[in-house]
């Protein structure tokens, strides 16, 4: 079995920072199939476990942004910020209703894994009233240098969503639109949080001592809901972790999800001397795909 390869970029001149909007976007989940690469069902239960996680993660962005828009007083940036927010809420809305008219409707119980995801967005990453100013500030401080972290993976999976193959899957076009939309709009803001890390100061040892933290968590997460929905799948007989962490490997090989190889030199890119979010997908490609997307047009029929 040949690897397939990603899609050519579009040899465009990159505009680089763009004002940022949130686009109003319409999806019909009608008869949208819970194994949506029909060809890929390990696959498509670990890209469905993005459903999961992010819109409490999500939200949490959006809540210690505004908490941080006060204390910021540089204009440009603050109004990238407020766009940043108004993307992220449209994605964690958006993502949310795949878990209403998709996954419950195909029998997925959500409840159980969405709890722990409110657990540990809102409580054990969220604000901490009722300390001293100091020690309220250096919890949000830490809050953005994670969120940039993460940013930092989501525009990573937005450029390869926007160039990989998965049309070669079957794919059902609907599901592949919305992750190529919302990584698309993760290129595209891929500056901000880093941006708003360097106002507040988050130094080099401090965002590599995060990404050490968040890289192996933020996979255990997505492998762990992977599993959950295999388990959950009753047209799928259960796997050991061992068992299916060898058929995500055997995905990863065969272009239905980015490979760890790649996940880790774009983690390790992190930790170069003046590291910046530039080289993490095109700009211009971006817009391209915002510009075309099925479910903008939808809306804006």
Excluded at 142 to 161: K, Q, S, Y
Excluded at 173 to 198: K, N, T, Y
Excluded at 232 to 237: A, E, G, H, K, V
């Amino acid at each position: 079995m040949k690897l397939l390869p990603l899609r050519a970029r579009p040899e465009t001149d990159d505009p680089g920072e763009v004002a940022l909007q949130a686009r109003n976007v319409r999806f019909d989940w009608t008869d949208t199939p819970l194994r949506w690469m029909p060809a890929e069902p390990i696959a498509s239960h670990v890209v469905n476990a993005l459903n999961l996680l992010l819109p409490e993660g999500e939200r949490m962005f959006c809540q210690a942004f505004a908490e941080a828009l006060p204390l910021v007083r540089d204009d440009r940036l603050r109004e990238q910020m407020l766009g940043f927010v108004g993307q992220e809420a449209m994605h964690a809305e958006t993502h949310h209703g795949v878990l209403e008219q998709v996954l419950t409707a195909h029998g997925i119980d959500v409840e159980p894994y969405v709890r722990q995801m409110e657990y540990l967005f809102r409580t054990a990453l969220g604000p901490r009233p009722g300390r001293n100013p100091r020690a309220e500030y250096q919890i949000l401080v830490e809050r953005l240098g994670f969120i940039a972290t993460l940013e930092h993976f989501f525009a990573f999976l937005g450029d390869w969503v926007l160039n990989a193959e998965l049309e070669r899957f079957d794919a059902d076009p609907r599901v592949l639109d919305l992750f190529r939309w919302h990584g698309a709009e993760e290129v595209e803001h891929r500056f901000v949080a880093h941006d708003v890390a360097g106002y507040f100061e988050i130094g080099y040892l401090r965002r590599g001592a995060l990404m050490l933290i968040t890289f192996p968590i933020f996979l255990a997460l997505v492998f762990r809901g992977a599993r959950y929905l295999v388990q959950q799948d009753p047209s799928l007989p259960d796997r050991s972790y061992p068992r299916l962490l060898a058929e995500v490997c055997g995905a990863m090989w065969r272009g239905a999800l980015p490979g760890v190889p790649s996940l880790l030199r774009s983690a390790l890119s992190t930790f170069r001397p003046g590291y910046t979010p530039a080289a993490v997908g095109s700009t211009a490609q971006a817009v391209a795909y915002l510009a075309k997307s099925p479910a903008a047009q939808a809306m804006a029929s």
